[in-house]
């Protein structure tokens, strides 16, 4: 039996399948149509508000400050490109459905980190895939410049179901800034992510997500960090979602580092369950998770953090922190540590929380109105992680966090 027929017969059985965490989905309550073409336009083709919205994300729709760029609106692949420099070094940028017809190798990446019969999201990804992005960085290139993604959704009642591959080959370095929104207001995102960090690689891996009140999201991605490699993630929520379930895993070789940010803002009556799985597999890896909630509305946010140590030598440190804005908001910290070595050390600190009264009065007292100082609270409290990002990702980033702290004073 061929590997893509197994894979197939796999995601069959696990069709109905329902995810170990948050709430489960009715998965005929949307329409997957066929896959679209794959298109050689440019961004300034796109309607104005499809750019509008790609920007509220952080994608440079000029494509001023980047290297290249992945768009997918739906089912069609708008644009994939990279500069000439890059490709002529070996650099690609294309559909993943291209990469699997154009280059043998990389069967070999694809459902290796994450299992197709995880559940039921895994298996619409592979029985109704509908492209995604296929990123690959040669040995010893470093893309200094970020390269950018977005997944884009316009039509109402669909499945987006992506997967996408990374490769960072060994000493090479990548940027990758990624934005998912809609202009729908119900549908459902499925995005398979695997990345492959090789020796001494480094890739930081940004991902600023607007969706809308009656949308669902199911990412689900795994991380695989070779010897000496390095792994920084960072993900903004900025927007009333209807639920968000995501806990990828990072799995840590020797002398490996990973740096996992998760920034979150649950609005109406948000369901988020999200979280990261850190496994520190080899002798002298460390990492830290870092998860901060803002909470308000009705919202429920649960934060989840498992550090695994399975190797001597190894340090990690969790940290799950939420600020409640509501009588009406829920939320839980769920920190796991699990160590298989004496000579392992981890940490975690968690804690839930509103805003300090006298704080806020302080802030009043220095001629704030409430709303103003409710939003300087919320800036400060989740102004965390920035530190690892490279200067020319942060300024997306910052925007994005002052757009949280405006969101939450209403």
């Not at 069709?15 to 300034?44: A, F, Q, T």
């Not at 934060?303 to 340090?315: C, D, I, Q, S, W």
């Not at 490279?390 to 002052?402: F, G, H, M, N």
Request: hydrophobic residues 40%.
């Amino acid at each position: 039996m061929s590997r893509f027929k197994s894979l197939r017969e796999r995601a069959l059985k696990a069709i109905e399948r329902p995810p170990e965490h948050g709430p489960d989905l009715d998965l005929s309550e949307y329409r997957i149509e066929e896959p679209g073409y794959v298109k050689e336009e440019k961004l300034s083709d796109l309607p104005s508000s499809v750019l509008e919205k790609a920007a509220s994300v952080g994608i440079d729709v000029e494509e001023s400050e980047v290297s290249g760029t992945y768009f997918q609106v739906d089912y069609e692949v708008v644009r994939r490109a990279v500069v000439e420099r890059l490709r002529k070094r070996g650099v690609v940028v294309m559909s993943i459905i291209e990469a699997l017809r154009k280059y043998d190798w990389v069967k070999d990446y694809y459902w290796r980190a994450v299992q197709v019969d995880t559940d039921k999201y895994t298996a619409v990804a592979e029985l109704y895939l509908r492209h995604g992005y296929f990123i690959y960085v040669p040995p010893v290139v470093k893309v200094e410049e970020p390269i950018q993604a977005c997944l884009f959704v316009s039509c109402n009642n669909i499945a987006q179901p992506v997967h996408n591959i990374i490769i960072v080959d060994e000493g090479s370095e990548l940027n990758l800034v990624t934005g998912c929104v809609t202009m729908a207001n119900k549908g459902l995102h499925v995005g398979v992510s695997e990345f492959y960090v090789k020796r001494n690689a480094k890739l930081t891996f940004t991902m600023i997500h607007g969706w809308a009140p009656r949308f669902d999201v199911r990412p689900r991605a795994a991380v695989i960090v070779e010897e000496g490699g390095t792994f920084i993630g960072y993900y903004v929520n900025l927007q009333n979602v209807k639920s968000l379930q995501a806990e990828p895993k990072i799995v840590l070789h020797r002398n490996s580092t990973s740096y996992y940010t998760n920034i979150i803002i649950g609005k109406g009556r948000s369901m988020i369950d999200i979280g990261a799985v850190l496994i520190f597999e080899g002798e002298g890896s460390r990492g830290e998770l870092t998860s901060r909630s803002i909470i308000d509305d009705e919202s429920t946010v649960i934060m989840r953090g498992t550090l695994m140590a399975k190797a001597p030598r190894v340090r990690g440190h969790l940290e799950c922190k939420g600020l409640l804005l509501s009588d009406k908001a829920r939320g839980e910290a769920i920190p796991v540590l699990n160590s298989l070595s004496k000579e392992a050390e981890l940490t975690h600190e968690a804690a839930l929380g509103r805003i300090s009264e006298e704080e806020l009065l302080y802030l009043m007292s220095r001629g704030f109105d409430e709303e103003e100082a409710t939003s300087l609270i919320v800036r400060g409290f989740i102004d965390v992680g920035i530190s690892n990002l490279p200067e020319k990702v942060r300024p997306s980033v910052i925007s994005a966090l002052d757009l949280i702290s405006k969101l939450a004073r209403g």
